[in-house]
């Protein structure tokens, strides 16, 4: 891919820039070994020369945003030690990492004079390091390309979820607009506490699932998190008499047609796949509930999500939003979405990533985690798959999910209850 000087913003690019929603990726990357950082210093310098818009700062152009590249980059004004401290939650790198991630909102924002992107270097003892890159830059899956092109041998697996249909399209995009307008409630907004939480799943128990109901990783993804939160709220559903509430869910996809692998050719080989932000979303009425039989989340979920694939209406959410941002301006479009988001109670997204391990400056990375910082919400699920392993990201607002730990837990606890039940059906066959 080649920016050059005075390469336009994206419509997508441009809106991230607004104040509303001046969000960043954050994503953390544990080691094997204690990190070098000459190595990683060498590996972003490999990094920036890949990719122009690394080392271009935004400026205005006839009032429109344009990437412009820098004569010259200094790598190391870009990393960020992070010193040892006492309290590192007594030796817990995980709670360390999730605490670190929490706190990146607080810290100082990106400076508009420099390329939008930092590497934390963590305490030596973490073995880790935190990748913060401005949303402007691209989305989750051309990020993760970029980051796969300085790594040592990566395997992507490339199952993208096609949100194309062959089938032709139907109303089912208004109806769900309008269904559920009355059916979100208010998530909290940016400034307000958060929490984090991680949950490391086996991506075969995924896979289990998946084939035996037939449907796909984004189908157990979401069923899984819908029952993960029903056991969550449950006994206050029992205590309160509540009838089955309904969350307002949603759902981030690639619409690219093809996922990090061919966006990671385009790096590398300078193809036409689009970089950049290139995603849409659907909405998704997920209602919660008791029940004894944990499969019959996925089972709601897949066929919420035939729907919409048949209904292109994932596509139709980012054309539109191209259109309106000519017709009223991206401000009011960066309003709107704010908007959008601020009552949508959860937003989920899933990436698929190297089916094998991989290294970066030979050192072999065994945990990767992606979250969003700096918008609002009540509860953001994103989840990676790297190596047999499916990590599922939790930012949640404190006043909304005080425990996100017991939710992780919740959630594991639903996957080893699905597997339970299709090993029992296999007996009952048998």
């Not at 990437?67 to 030796?91: A, F, T, Y």
């Not at 817990?92 to 508009?112: D, E, G, H, W």
């Not at 619409?255 to 080989?269: D, M, N, Q, T, Y």
């Amino acid at each position: 891919m080649e920016v050059g000087y005075n390469e336009p913003l994206s419509p997508g690019g441009r809106m991230y820039l607004r104040q509303e929603l001046d969000a960043s990726i954050d994503s953390f990357v544990q080691f094997q070994n204690p990190v070098d950082m000459f190595a990683v210093k060498a590996a972003l310098a490999s990094l920036v020369k890949t990719c122009p818009r690394l080392r271009s700062v935004v400026i205005e152009n006839r009032g429109r945003p344009h990437w412009k590249e820098l004569p010259s980059l200094n790598i190391i004004d870009h990393i960020i030690i992070v010193p040892e401290e006492e309290d590192e939650e007594d030796g817990n790198t995980q709670a360390y990492i999730n605490k670190y991630l929490v706190s990146l909102p607080s810290m100082a924002a990106f400076c508009r004079n420099s390329p939008l992107w930092e590497v934390h270097i963590l305490p030596k003892r973490h073995r880790a390091i935190v990748l913060r890159l401005h949303h402007c830059l691209g989305d989750c899956v051309s990020l993760l390309a970029l980051f796969l092109s300085c790594c040592d041998a990566p395997v992507v697996d490339d199952p993208v979820s096609d949100v194309r249909s062959k089938k032709k399209g139907n109303a089912e995009g208004s109806i769900v607009y309008a269904s559920l307008r009355d059916s979100c409630f208010k998530a909290p907004t940016s400034n307000l506490p958060q929490e984090n939480g991680v949950l490391t799943l086996r991506l075969d128990d995924l896979k289990a699932v998946k084939n035996k109901l037939e449907a796909t990783i984004n189908d157990v993804f979401v069923g899984l998190v819908s029952c993960g939160i029903s056991k969550y709220v449950g006994q206050q559903l029992v205590d309160g008499g509540t009838e089955n509430p309904t969350i307002c869910a949603t759902m981030v996809v690639n619409i690219r047609g093809h996922g990090s692998k061919e966006v990671l050719r385009s790096i590398r080989e300078k193809g036409k796949i689009p970089w950049g932000n290139k995603f849409g979303f659907f909405l998704l009425p997920i209602r919660l509930e008791n029940t004894d039989d944990p499969l019959k989340f996925v089972r709601t979920a897949k066929c919420m999500i035939d729907k919409r694939k048949m209904s292109f209406v994932a596509i139709y959410t980012q054309r539109v939003g191209n259109v309106l941002a000519k017709i009223i301006g991206r401000e009011n479009v960066a309003s709107l979405v704010y908007k959008f988001r601020q009552n949508s109670g959860m937003v989920l997204s899933n990436i698929v990533g190297p089916s094998g391990p991989i290294k970066l400056a030979t050192n072999l990375i065994t945990n990767i985690g992606v979250t969003l910082s700096c918008l609002p919400g009540a509860i953001d699920v994103h989840l990676i798959s790297y190596n047999g392993k499916a990590f599922l990201q939790f930012l949640v607002a404190e006043d909304v999910i005080p425990e996100p730990e017991l939710l992780c837990r919740y959630v594991e606890e639903a996957l080893t209850e699905m597997i339970a039940d299709i090993l029992n059906v296999d007996d009952v066959a048998d």
